[in-house]
């Protein structure tokens, strides 16, 4: 499976990329090399391997999860281009 120039610029339409059509043609041909590392990967003979979660042996490292000092609503907004109702408005992404 290949990606179309039409699917990278879809992409890049929805992610908001302004590319040039060298830039659309040299991205096609990159995520056409990754796919082609993925059923490269696919390929592999893995079935006698253990499945593993991590590749590292770290276990939890993350901080408890405990609410601390946070900025008040107004400092927050205070940069903010748009706000409403105490809430950031961002663009809408999704078209109907």
């Known amino acids: 499976m290949a990606i179309s120039l039409d699917e990278v610029r879809h992409v890049a339409k929805l992610a908001r990329l302004d590319l040039d059509e ?3 043609m040299s991205l096609q041909t990159e995520l056409n090399a990754l796919l082609g590392h993925f059923a490269d990967i696919q390929s592999l003979d893995v ?10 042996n770290l276990t939890n490292v993350w901080s408890e999860d405990v609410a601390g000092p946070s900025l008040k609503r107004e400092s927050a ?10 809430l950031f408005l961002v663009p809408m992404i999704i078209e109907d």
């Open 77 to 86: 907004l205070k940069n903010a281009p748009v706000s409403k109702a105490g």
């Open 47 to 56: 079935k006698d391997m253990e499945p593993i979660l991590h590749a590292s």
């Open 22 to 24: 060298s830039e659309v």
